[in-house]
Structure formats: structure tokens, C-alpha cells
């Protein structure tokens, strides 16, 4: 399975983004999606997942700002950004697993797109 993330960008605080992740390669419906972000100096760390039938979750830090979705028939997630805070600036992954049982953990993810930069300005 490849993963190509797009739609970051610098955006001011408050503001909307709006990243995408296409996948290709294998059966996209079988595949959690999950979203993670990484800042400089900081461990990469959760933001959403979303199962094949929809079912969602959120970091805290992003709940209620944060939405994620996914088109099966375009083997795409999206991940809906708003009220963005300047704290929210880092490379964003998405990253798909078939298998993995806690998903809130990248250790459980197989495959990850290459990240998109958001940065959020105050």
C-alpha cells in the first residue's frame, strides 16, 4: 500500500486546513487510517484514526476541532482541520494497518505516507 498525503500549509491561528491521503496499492477498505503529527523535537504522536465503517477517534488535544473521514470508492481519508492553534504546526502522517489493535500507537501501523508540513501562525 502507497500513501500520498497532501494539503498542508501555512495557515493563521483560527484558520482551516483541510490534508488528504490517497492510497493505492491495496484493498483501502480492509485498512484503519490513522493520522499522526510530528513537531520538531517532539515524538510523533497520535491525532485520529478512522476504521473502515467510519467509526473515529481523537487525540484530546484535537477533539471537537479535528474531523476525520474517508471515501472508500476514492481510496482516500481526510482529515478536516479547523480552529487551528499555532501548537498544531508539525508534519502530519497518515498511515494505514490492517491488523493492529491499538490504534492509537504508530507502532501498530504498516504503512505511512511521506507527512505534509502544517504550520499554524499566531
Known amino acids: 500500500v502507497q500513501l500520498q498525503a497532501s494539503g498542508g500549509g501555512l495557515v493563521q491561528a483560527g484558520g482551516s486546513l483541510r490534508l488528504s491521503c490517497a492510497a493505492s496499492g491495496g484493498a483501502f477498505s480492509l485498512h484503519v487510517m490513522g493520522w499522526f503529527r510530528q513537531a520538531p523535537g517532539k515524538d510523533r504522536e497520535f491525532v485520529s484514526y478512522i476504521t473502515w465503517s467510519g467509526v473515529s477517534a481523537y487525540a484530546d488535544s484535537v477533539k471537537g476541532r479535528f474531523t476525520a473521514s474517508r471515501d472508500n470508492a476514492k481510496n482516500t481519508v481526510y482529515l478536516q482541520m479547523n480552529s487551528l492553534k499555532p501548537e498544531d504546526t508539525a508534519v502530519y502522517y497518515c498511515?494505514?494497518?490492517?491488523?493492529?489493535?491499538?490504534?492509537?500507537?504508530?507502532?501498530?501501523?504498516?504503512?505511512w505516507g511521506q507527512g505534509t508540513q502544517v504550520t499554524v501562525s499566531s
Open positions: 498511515a494505514a494497518t490492517v491488523n493492529g489493535r491499538y490504534l492509537l500507537a504508530a507502532r501498530e501501523y504498516d504503512y
